[in-house]
Nanobody
Framework: QVQLVESGGGLVQVGGSLRLSCTASGRTFSRYAMGWFRQAPGKEREFVAAIAISGISTNYAASVKGRFTVSRDNTKNAVYLQMNSLKPEDTADYYC????????????????????WGQGTQVTVSS
């Protein structure tokens, strides 16, 4: 099992940046593909970004591509989401998630693929 804790959320103005972090417990972090999702008030949870175990393969939602960057440091059991050029529509609770896999290139795109979730961190972008 793995436990995930997100941090780094907060209030930021339009055009600003935030860096979210997700730290995992345990010594098997390098066995998990990781993802970021978000959920805005009154909306369903949506995919934001994902990264394979290797850290080489990544994928992004069209709405954040070019503005957000996902990365991971397996030595620190951490995954990050650098968010630049933030927009009001990026306001949401952001969650990291883990999907155990043996494939270092595997990326999971759907929420139901992920077996472990953090509690979330709130991001508010003010105009």
């Amino acid at each position: 099992q793995v436990q995930l804790v997100e941090s780094g959320g907060g209030l930021v103005q339009v055009g600003g940046s935030l860096r979210l972090s997700c730290t995992a417990s345990g010594r098997t972090f390098s066995r998990y593909a990781m993802g970021w999702f978000r959920q805005a008030p009154g909306k369903e949870r949506e995919f934001v970004a994902a990264i394979a175990i290797s850290g080489i393969s990544t994928n992004y939602a069209a709405s954040v591509k070019g503005r957000f960057t996902v990365s991971r440091d397996n030595t620190k059991n951490a995954v990050y989401l650098q968010m630049n050029s933030l927009k009001p529509e990026d306001t949401a609770d952001y969650y990291c998630a883990a999907d155990r896999t043996i494939d270092p290139s595997y990326i999971a795109y759907y929420a139901h693929d992920y077996g472990y979730w953090g509690q979330g961190t709130q991001v508010t972008v003010s105009s």
